[in-house]
């Protein structure tokens, strides 16, 4: 299930988006340089703590879409360990996976506007197996290549009460970020996410970025549409990804 919401708002209908004390913002020229001069900057950081461990390191164009985010298990964030997603110049991931040590781990996702095109799956710090979505193969580190099946008998997951229950659970927890209007910003976010077995949702990751305070209230507003069905295969549930789309229009 995909929707898409269209909001209209105006200025004076706007909340501002709460800047907590776990958010650190550090500003840079067009040469990324550091900058204290809002007029200056061409870009900014924003590190979120996500727990003792784990801080999210977010850079963005000014008044634009992300650059990429890296998350670090030190507060200076100079120790990768945690998922890291790159983006292109309209916003759309182009990969995303998770570090640990400096090395890439587990399943790392390649991206095209969107559509997930490769999956490639490390084993201690090198690509074992890739598997192609646009040529339906599986290519090994041996040289070796199989014929990708597409799994059939396949139903996505669902929410629980359907689309109008979905969307009014999304409307109710969107608040609308003051930045995102003042900006008067237009466009679509796309986010990913996992649906477990049980239904659980989790691991919530842009696709698409339009701008930080409209992701974050967008992202937030998902993770917070939570009741779902799980995916199932052949009549059994299974862990799957999702995406979601949600059209933002600031007038």
Not at 35 to 42: G, I, R
Request: glycine share 6%; proline share 2%; aromatic share 14%.
């Amino acid at each position: 299930m995909k929707a898409q919401i269209v909001w209209v708002v105006c200025l004076l209908v706007v909340s501002t988006h709460a800047i907590s004390q776990k958010e650190r913002f550090y500003l840079f020229n067009d040469v990324w340089q550091s900058v204290k001069n809002p007029t200056e900057a061409a870009y900014f950081l924003v590190i979120q703590k996500v727990t003792d461990t784990a801080f999210a390191c977010k850079y963005y164009r000014i008044s634009g879409s992300m650059i990429k985010t890296e998350t670090f298990t030190n507060e200076d964030c100079t120790q990768p360990g945690g998922f890291f997603a790159w983006y292109n110049e309209e916003g759309y991931a182009d990969s995303a996976g998770f570090i640990s040590g400096k090395q890439k781990v587990g399943t790392w996702q390649h991206f095209d506007k969107g559509k997930l095109t490769n999956k490639i799956e490390y084993l201690n710090g090198r690509p074992w197996r890739t598997t192609n979505f646009i040529k339906d193969s599986i290519y090994y580190a041996d040289s070796t290549a199989e014929k990708y099946v597409r799994p059939t008998n396949f139903t996505d997951a669902q929410y629980q009460g359907g689309y109008t229950r979905y969307r009014a659970d999304l409307q109710r927890n969107l608040t609308m970020p003051e930045r995102g209007s003042m900006l008067k910003m237009k466009g679509t976010i796309m986010v990913q996410f996992t649906v477990d077995e049980t239904g659980k949702a989790s691991g919530y990751f842009l696709l698409k970025s339009l701008e930080w305070s409209v992701d974050e209230a967008g992202v937030f507003a998902i993770s917070k549409a939570n009741k779902w069905l799980p995916a199932t295969l052949n009549g059994r549930a299974i862990t799957s990804n999702h995406q979601q789309t949600i059209n933002f229009q600031f007038q």
